[in-house]
């Protein structure tokens, strides 16, 4: 193997939501660590904000090519960057409901319950909205959990546009609130609100994302270093099986050993399975911290449509679009089960649609986009021991995966239709998620309190592994049905703070 051989007390293996969270809260407290990221820092260039060369060109989508369960290649929606998703995610931060965390029947099945309550994470919540500048307002949301603390900033403003559109949903029946947004906005942020920021790099700094919120931060305490075009191939264990010895990583010059004494996994919830699969061997033959056979399974994504719903009597002027959701059947859609959230998303503009409108013509859909307003209608997927991560024999990664909860979301997306053409809207464009958009994936390798019904524990240690820890979604027992960034991030504080990982 090449040299040099590289050591630190926490090795953290990816610099996304989960990694960047964990190195930065390690190192406020003093400790050694390496940050292991797969990709580079993504450049700053004019094409950060081009919509074609980003949605249509995929400029900084990876090359993976992943085969979903018709046996199809598909390209997933992953970047490796330092940052990781984050780079390019939409910058919303919620916090998942009290009744997220316990045991909720649903029409088609039963949410798990978490291992902790919403209220032992709650303190951590506060602390990751502080640390990610999130921007709301409470008191708005009618499902909004309960807290310690206000948040540390006001909602964005609503522009004229979206606060007329506010008004015509309360007399359409439903309650709009303030979204969680972190950005840097105020008189002294960065934030320039631009229509480049949902699904966009944000070029001035001002997205609260992995990278400058956290990766950063702790680099400028001298007790993280960060290793960019690091991708780790390989877990090897020591002799009897229990701890982590030393990851294989494969960089530019070669392959070469990184130790530690402790090991985190943030690589997202497909591939830090991936990984723990890739690496049986004789002292672990199914996979690393497999001994439940769970590694891989219950894999979950939210059932996602996009939908642009288009007035030709009114022009749509917006810049920022994305301040403003309603969440009224989250928990029950009338007959007692949940539904989901419906929450604005980034102006979509002309050329963006052409990613999924490939033969409609750009000037027709310049026109739908100068008239419409575009929304993510959100449901929970229910965890399913078939829907999994499977590494084939040609070391591909397999994704198998049927929705739970197809009824549910398209009872929402009825309620949803019913109340916007009640507000005006003439005409309902949509589209729904298929699988190479990997959204919020999560619960590949899932907490609980019973080492044969999970893979960590309440902590996101493995039970198998004495040094090694899982801090992404893939912990998550059930997915919710918000975005879980903030949940990622609230649960790393937390772990660093309760747990032994800062033992070393």
């Known amino acids: 193997m090449s040299s040099p051989d590289l050591y630190a007390d926490v090795v953290i293996v990816g610099s996304g939501m989960g990694g960047g969270t964990t190195a930065y809260a390690l190192a406020k407290k003093g400790v050694s660590v390496l940050v292991l990221e797969r990709g580079d820092r993504l450049p700053n260039e004019k094409e950060n904000w081009g919509p074609k060369e980003i949605f249509v060109d995929k400029r900084y989508k990876s090359k993976e090519v992943w085969v979903d369960s018709r046996g199809k290649d598909f390209a997933p929606g992953v970047h490796f960057y330092v940052g990781g998703n984050t780079k390019l995610y939409g910058a919303a931060l919620p916090r998942m409901r009290e009744k997220d965390f316990e045991e909720l029947k649903h029409l088609e099945g039963v949410s798990s319950a978490w291992p902790f309550t919403y209220w032992d994470i709650e303190p951590f919540y506060v602390e990751a909205e502080k640390m990610y500048k999130v921007h709301s307002n409470s008191g708005e949301d009618p499902t909004e959990p309960g807290r310690s603390e206000p948040f540390p900033y006001p909602a964005l403003p609503h522009e004229p546009y979206i606060a007329a559109l506010a008004d015509r949903l309360r007399k359409s029946g439903v309650t709009p609130h303030s979204n969680s947004m972190g950005i840097d906005f105020g008189d002294d942020g960065k934030c320039i609100r631009c229509k480049t920021c949902d699904g966009f790099v944000c070029r001035v ?22 290793q960019t075009l690091a991708e780790v191939i390989r877990i090897e264990l020591t ?25 985190v996994l943030s690589c997202g919830a497909v591939l830090t399975a991936a990984l723990l699969l890739r690496s049986k061997s004789a002292k672990a033959p199914n996979g690393v911290a497999n001994s439940s056979d769970l590694v891989g399974r219950n894999f979950m994504m939210h059932i996602n449509t996009h939908i642009a719903a288009f007035d030709y009597k009114r022009k749509n ?19 007692g089960y949940p539904l989901g959230i419906v929450q604005l998303i980034g102006k979509v503009q002309g050329i ?24 993510l209608v959100m449901t929970e997927d229910l965890a399913s021991r078939d829907n999994r991560v499977i590494i084939d024999d040609r070391n591909r990664i397999h994704l198998v995966r049927k929705p739970v909860g197809m009824s549910t979301h398209k009872k929402l997306m009825k309620r949803t239709l019913k109340v916007l053409r009640k507000s005006g809207y003439q005409a309902i464009f949509k589209q729904p998620f298929d699988i190479s958009m990997n959204a919020h994936q999560c619960g590949t390798a899932v907490a609980g309190s019973d080492p044969k019904k999970s893979v960590v524990d309440q902590y996101c240690k493995t039970y198998d592994v004495d040094n090694l820890y899982l801090i992404d979604s893939s912990f998550f027992p059930s997915s919710g049905a918000v975005n879980p960034a903030l949940t990622i991030a609230a649960q790393a504080l937390r772990v660093v703070a309760k747990s032994d990982l800062s033992n070393v």
């Open 317 to 335: 002027d917006v810049i920022f679009q994305k301040t403003l959701s309603f969440a009224d059947w989250y928990f029950d859609g009338g007959k």
């Open 352 to 375: 963006m649609m052409k990613s999924y409108a490939t033969k409609v013509p750009l000037a027709i859909l310049n026109y739908i986009a100068d008239r419409s307003v575009e929304f």
């Open 205 to 226: 700094g001002a997205k609260s994302d992995a990278e400058i919120n956290a990766i950063n931060p702790a680099l400028l305490t001298g007790k993280v270093q960060l």
């Open 239 to 263: 002799d009897d099986g229990r701890s982590v010895e030393y990851l294989v990583v494969k960089g530019s010059s070669g392959e070469y050993k990184v130790r530690g004494k402790k090991f």
